[in-house]
């Protein structure tokens, strides 16, 4: 891969908002392009640990140019109040350490969203996420004033639900064939989150 190489004078530059969430150990961030490099060698090394819960990669996952076009979109959803995108980085190194994304954003008499997230492996197992999802919860109902958020995993993905429950979510249902993970319609079991619990629970 020659990062050399890396142009992108002809495509607008995504600019996000200059927003850091901070915690402890870890801050997130709204991607940059300068993020490109790192994506690819945290993603790259990380294919089994994710791969087997997310949608299925294209041939170019770990190419600069999906890079880009990924946080394009990323742009535009943020733009248009449909998603957050953020970059989990580990506060004394600044290495890239994970993913925190708040999807579906819905309006209305919904003001729900639901959260989609990984972590390296390497960093797995020391609460890392925990730390991050507390943030992300903060910046959801006080920030974003949504009233509601949602998650959903594997039925097997048993530290999901842990970080899940530990966050104060409650399974609330199952839901027959609702993701395509890995190219497969799997079913998922579904959590919820309202404010006023959150509110309980941080007061
Ligand atoms: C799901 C995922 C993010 C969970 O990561 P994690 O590191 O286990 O999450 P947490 O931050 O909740 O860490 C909890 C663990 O850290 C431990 N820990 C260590 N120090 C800790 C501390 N200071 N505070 C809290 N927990 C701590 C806990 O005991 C727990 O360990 P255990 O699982 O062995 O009981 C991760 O497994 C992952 O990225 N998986 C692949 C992608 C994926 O499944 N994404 C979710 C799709 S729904």
Redesign the pocket.
């Known amino acids: 891969m020659v990062w050399q190489a890396l142009k992108f004078s002809s495509l607008k530059k995504p600019s996000f908002p200059a927003i850091e969430l901070s915690a402890e150990r870890i801050y997130m961030r709204p991607p940059m392009i300068e993020d490109a490099k790192s994506w690819a060698e945290v993603r790259g090394r ?1 294919i089994s ?2 791969q ?3 949608p299925k990669w294209p041939d170019d996952a770990l190419t600069p140019d999906l890079f880009l076009r990924r946080i394009s979109r990323q742009f535009y959803e943020w733009q248009h109040d449909r998603a957050r995108a953020f970059l989990i980085f580990d506060t004394h190194t600044h290495a890239l350490i ?1 993913g925190m994304n708040i999807n579906n954003i819905c309006r209305g008499a919904a003001q729900y969203a639901s959260l ?6 390497d ?11 507390a943030l992300t919860l903060k910046y959801c109902f006080e920030d974003l004033k949504l009233h509601r958020v949602h ?4 039925p097997h ?1 048993e ?2 639900k ?3 429950h ?2 104060g979510f409650k399974k609330e249902g199952f839901a027959e064939k609702y993701l395509q993970i890995n190219g497969l319609w799997e079913d998922h079991v579904l959590f919820g989150l309202p404010k006023e619990n959150w509110v309980q629970q941080n007061s």
């Open positions: 990380n640990h994710i087997p819960f997310d994970g989609g997230f990984w972590i390296d492996e960093c797995q197992g020391q609460g890392l996420m925990r730390e991050a999802l998650a959903s995993c594997l993905n530290r999901s842990k970080t899940l530990a966050a």
